[in-house]
């Protein structure tokens, strides 16, 4: 035993060589915290609690020194100092380095180990707290003081119920159920109660006990299951309750020697799924006793009458105890160490045979005298009796030829002594051995309609997750598998059924319908059970495996149990592949002409036997991935040798732990159609297709009708246990109604009493609470009136800061229309000065043009007058009414054709004012908008104004040009009309009528002079218009233009009448 001394070190490790715990007290270690002060002394370790894993736990001494022991590790470290003494302790909760420590000041209090900092201080507790249970999920604590039970939320810390109680009744223990939402309640009157811990509603109460075994509970104890509650006090009777039938069903009675219980805990175990059997009973003596509950029998015990047990913990895997000694000291024990004799395996039995003499026996009896005994013990002739039977040689003869002959003409027990001999079959013959050994019926007709169904949907990637070179040989693969599926739905979604066909597949590649008669024919047989528990690996199979390793090799066990190796990783990996994966092609072969020969347990006998042979490998790996390493690839074993230790392991193996007793005998496919395999889950595989389907078309109608129906079931459910447990009590009070009527009308005066009490109590409660609402309402009025005015304020603020925000921006606004009036008025008169100079630059030119104009006028009327003073001594009387005449008729044109020149020139004006309006008033608006446009269309207009003044002035030169023309043609159709002029006044004193023959000379000549008189007057007209508005003189150009053409053209008439040659006139005149 080794043992370590604290000191004053905060960290460090547990034992210096690896522990070896002797199997008479299996201890590990035996830890001491003793001062080193001048007077040293021991301090005494109090309380001690595991963790969730089992490998860590924690314990604190009088003096508030709380140290975490990692047992995996081999360290120690000091994480608190509290400075008073912990009354109880706390380490599972669902932070992994919290925990919970209750100490002396009635206080509970929260650290982490880790950064070793207080993470919450929880009060309200008024007497000392000696219990702490936290719920399987670590989300809620009850702490558990003499007067009341408090429950905590350990996500907030703060506390969400408190039971209160009496005082001459008391609490024993309030804790949690195991994996259960239940709480249960333990008071000092033998009373138990089961809460609900959601609604902390009751939802059973146990009935008294018997009174011939009526003790007073102290101490209890539940299974990890929560269906078993032990309970014990100052007696050696432990009573045993079933929870689920809530009743008494058993009392154990410890040794006379045992006069007290102090403490009650199971002793978990792996593979009891939770239902824990051996319970560990500390007495009053210090020696704590582990009993099976079921047998009654007295397993081991730890602790001694010297070396007392004040206190003890067991870990939850079972594999460690901790017991505060009497002396203070704390130990820690190894359950595999104290179990290591009663989990010895027993002897094996020798049977001795022995025969008859030849004179004795007969052909048709066989007597065999069988001897039963142990191996280590001789045998007494008294004790061991002889044991004779006659069997009947013929009848078992017969039945053992019928079991052994195959269809083939082979006889098993011969093919097994061969296989025995040779170590295997001949490789000539081993397909039709294994064909022969296996019963295949060849159903050609049920393949053909299994393989006709095409590739199943699980397999159609197959490639992807399993890349093989060969396509042929991926093809039959995915065939096989394919029929397999189509035979029963569960092999679809089989993940490692690929890995387990695989070396069939590749070995019968050429008769694929072989192929999948072998495969299907080991799923019946060598398969059996592997489904039950689909889609998770055969938990019963690989338990069957743990124990024929537990009981053949145990340390190889234990070694796999301390690096967390399960039989997940040791044994499944080979069932998987069927040892494919380490095995040789030749080995492998081998291998299987022994598992096809025997019976279907063989095979999990060889999973057993190969860890053993591989014995002193695995014992030298530590690391889990080591460990998969070896369990996925080749190793050097001798195949021979396994199958050797296969065989001693059938033969070894006790009946209650082999597999023979728990797997079925060989059973053939049958012939025509293949069996239905419907050993798994079928609801498993059906749902998740279904599921799928359902998913897919009506999810959240689905999902919203099972929040319903599970509400109504619910809600039915609560109703149902409501109604069972009030019908249960009411069973319980009619029958108890009896007996206790005397005692009721004793204690109905007390009770009247009380409930007097009661009520003035509630009276004064309700009268508080009516004051600390009032005060509340008033309280919350006021913070309501409060917080309206502050809103009031905000919203006032936010109007004035939006109202001079708006005023800020109309007079910004306001500003920026003055600025843009402004800029418009100077623009405007900067436009008016330019248009003024240009007006006045177009003004003079004019003038120029019609002073010079004025002066030619002057000087042909000048001609003119010539040559009608020529005229006027000759013609004065005819020529002077004439030209009244025509002067009439021609002022009137004048006078129609000047009013409607004006009047077209008003309206032209009015329309052009109209437009202009409306112009500027859209130039305005587009001038708010876009100012851009307007500089680019000036700028366009600009050049096209020049454009314009550039063709005017074409038009311009063009127009002089003409009138230069005009003026050589009237200077030359003046002199011709003087010479006419003389020649006609000879002519008309010859005549008494006035007749004009060539009148037109004259009417001519008066509308010429008429018409100048109005292009001077046009020419006036024209340089007024120009003055107001310069739109007005395109259309004055375009008028004396249209004028000019004209006159030009009369003009060119009359020239060409006058060019006639002389002697033509000379001969008219004739």
Not at 420 to 432: I, L, Q, S
């Amino acid at each position: 035993m080794q043992s370590t001394d604290l000191g004053n070190k905060e960290s460090g490790k547990l034992w210096h060589r690896k522990p070896s715990p002797a199997a008479r007290d299996g201890i590990i270690v035996n830890i001491i915290h003793s001062t080193s002060d001048y007077l040293p002394k021991v301090l005494r370790f109090l309380n001690v609690a595991f963790d969730s894993s089992g490998d860590c736990l924690i314990a604190g001494d009088h003096q508030g020194n709380i140290y975490v022991f990692d047992l995996y590790g081999n360290r120690f470290n000091l994480v608190q100092r509290t400075a008073q003494a912990c009354t109880a302790l706390a380490f599972n909760l669902r932070r992994k380095s919290e925990f919970l420590v209750a100490l002396a000041d009635y206080s509970i209090k929260c650290f982490d180990t880790v950064t070793k900092e207080l993470v919450s201080w929880m009060r309200g507790h008024e007497s000392s707290v000696f219990s702490i249970s936290v719920h399987a999920s670590g989300r809620y604590a009850i702490t558990t003081s003499s007067d009341t039970a408090q429950l905590w939320d350990l996500d907030t810390f703060q506390r969400k119920r408190k039971l209160n109680i009496l005082q001459s009744v008391g609490i024993q223990k309030v804790f949690f159920l195991p994996l259960s939402n239940t709480i249960l309640s333990c008071f000092k009157d033998n009373s138990i109660f089961a809460w609900e811990c959601d609604t902390l509603s009751c939802r059973y109460q146990l009935p008294a006990p018997p009174e011939s075994s009526s003790i007073l509970y102290k101490v209890f104890a539940v299974t990890r299951d929560g269906r078993i509650l032990a309970a014990g006090g100052k007696s050696n009777h432990l009573h045993l309750w079933c929870l689920e039938a809530k009743q008494l069903f058993r009392i154990i009675q410890m040794p006379t020697k045992v006069r007290a219980i102090r403490h009650l805990d199971f002793l978990p175990d792996s593979f009891d799924a939770g239902s824990n059997q051996v319970l560990g009973v500390l007495s009053q003596d210090g020696i704590m006793r582990f009993v099976n509950i079921q047998t009654c029998k007295l397993l081991f015990e730890i602790g001694s009458l010297d070396e007392g047990i004040s206190s003890s913990v067991i870990s939850p895997h079972g594999r460690y105890i901790a017991s505060i000694m009497e002396n203070g000291s704390l130990n820690i024990y190894s359950v595999q160490a104290l179990t290591q004799e009663i989990n010895k395996p027993p002897p094996p039995l020798v049977k001795v045979i022995e025969d008859l003499p030849k004179s004795k026996l007969n052909s048709g009896d066989l007597k065999i005298k069988v001897t039963t005994g142990r191996v280590q013990r001789p045998a007494k002739s008294r004790e061991n009796k002889i044991q004779t039977r006659i069997l009947k040689q013929d009848l078992a003869g017969s039945f053992e030829n019928k079991e052994n002959e195959l269809s083939d003409g082979l006889n098993k027990k011969r093919l097994q002594v061969l296989l025995k001999g040779y170590g295997e079959y001949p490789m000539k013959y081993r397909m039709f051995i294994w064909r022969s050994l296996l019963q295949l019926p060849e159903n050609h007709t049920a393949f053909s309609s299994l393989e006709d169904k095409g590739v199943h949907v699980a397999f159609l990637n197959l490639q992807k997750k399993y890349p093989i070179k060969s396509r042929k040989l991926l093809r039959v693969l995915q065939r096989t598998l394919s029929a397999l599926a189509h035979w029963s739905a569960i092999f679809s979604d089989t993940p490692y059924l690929p890995l387990l066909a695989f070396p069939f597949v590749k070995l019968f590649q050429n008769n694929q319908l072989i192929c999948f008669e072998v495969i299907a024919t080991l799923i019946i047989n060598w398969c059996q059970h592997w489904f039950e528990y689909f889609p998770n690996p055969p938990i019963n199979i690989l338990s069957m495996i743990e124990n024929v390793l537990a009981f053949h090799d145990k340390d190889l066990l234990q070694h796999f149990i301390n690096h967390d190796i399960t039989s997940q990783l040791y044994a499944w990996p080979l069932l998987e592949t069927v040892f494919s994966e380490v095995l040789t092609r030749e080995e492998w072969l081998k291998l299987f002409d022994n598992v096809f020969s025997n019976h279907p347990s063989f095979l999990l006998m060889t999973v057993v036997a190969y860890n053993i042979c591989s014995r002193a490998p695995l014992l030298n790996c530590s690391l889990k991935d080591d460990f998969e390493y070896f369990f996925h690839h080749r190793n050097n074993l001798d195949i021979s040798v396994v199958i050797r230790e296969v065989y001693h392991l059938m033969d070894t193996t006790p009946t209650d732990i082999h597999p023979n007793s728990m797997l079925h005998v060989f059973v053939a496919l049958t012939k025509g159609q293949y069996p239905v395999f419907n050993q798994y889950p079928k609801f498993i595989v059906d749902y998740q297709t279904q599921e799928r389907e359902r998913i897919r078309i009506d999810e959240l109608d689905y999902l919203r009708e099972r929040q319903m129906v599970e509400d109504m079931q619910a809600e039915v459910d609560q109703q149902r246990v409501e109604d069972e447990a009030w019908y249960q009590k009411q069973e319980l009070l009619r029958k108890a109604e009896e007996t206790r009527r005397e005692l009721l009308l004793q204690e109905e005066e007390k009770m009247i009493q009380q409930r007097q009490r009661l009520a003035s109590v509630k009276r004064e409660l309700k009268v508080k609470e009516m004051h600390l609402q009032d005060a509340t309402r008033r309280r919350f009025l006021k913070l309501q009136q409060d917080q309206r005015e502050m809103e009031l304020r905000r919203l006032d603020d936010e109007i004035e800061r939006k109202v001079h925000m708006r005023d800020r921006e109309i007079a910004t606004t306001a500003k920026d229309l003055e600025m843009r009036h402004l800029e418009l008025e100077s623009q405007k008169r900067h436009y008016e000065k330019n248009l003024i100079r240009n007006q006045e630059a177009v003004a003079k030119e004019m003038r120029e043009d019609a002073n010079a104009f004025r002066r030619k006028v002057d000087l042909e009327e000048h001609m003119f007058h010539k040559l009608i003073e020529t005229d006027q001594t000759q013609n004065q009387k005819t020529q002077k009414l004439i030209e009244e005449n025509l002067a009439k008729a021609e002022q009137a044109c004048l006078n129609a054709d000047w009013r409607i020149q004006a009047l077209h020139k008003q309206r032209c004006d009015d329309l052009q004012r109209n437009e202009c309006y409306q112009e500027v008033a859209r130039l305005l608006r587009e001038n708010r908008r876009t100012e851009t446009e307007v500089l680019d269309a000036m700028m366009g207009k600009e050049a096209k104004k020049w454009e314009e003044a550039k063709e005017k002035d074409f038009h311009l030169k063009s127009e002089k040009k003409a009138s230069a023309l005009a003026d050589a043609s009237r200077k030359w159709f003046l002199e011709k009309e003087i010479n006419d002029a003389l020649e006609h006044a000879e002519h008309l004193c010859s005549k008494a009528v006035p007749r004009y023959p060539n009148g037109q000379v004259a009417s001519s000549g008066v509308p010429r002079t008429s018409q100048l008189d109005d292009i001077s007057e046009m020419d006036s007209s024209t340089c007024i218009s120009l003055n107001q508005r310069r739109i007005q003189w395109d259309t004055m150009e375009r008028d004396l233009v249209e004028r000019v053409r004209n006159l030009r053209q009369r003009l060119t008439v009359q020239a060409r009448n006058r060019r006639q040659p002389p002697h033509l006139l000379a001969t008219q005149r004739a």
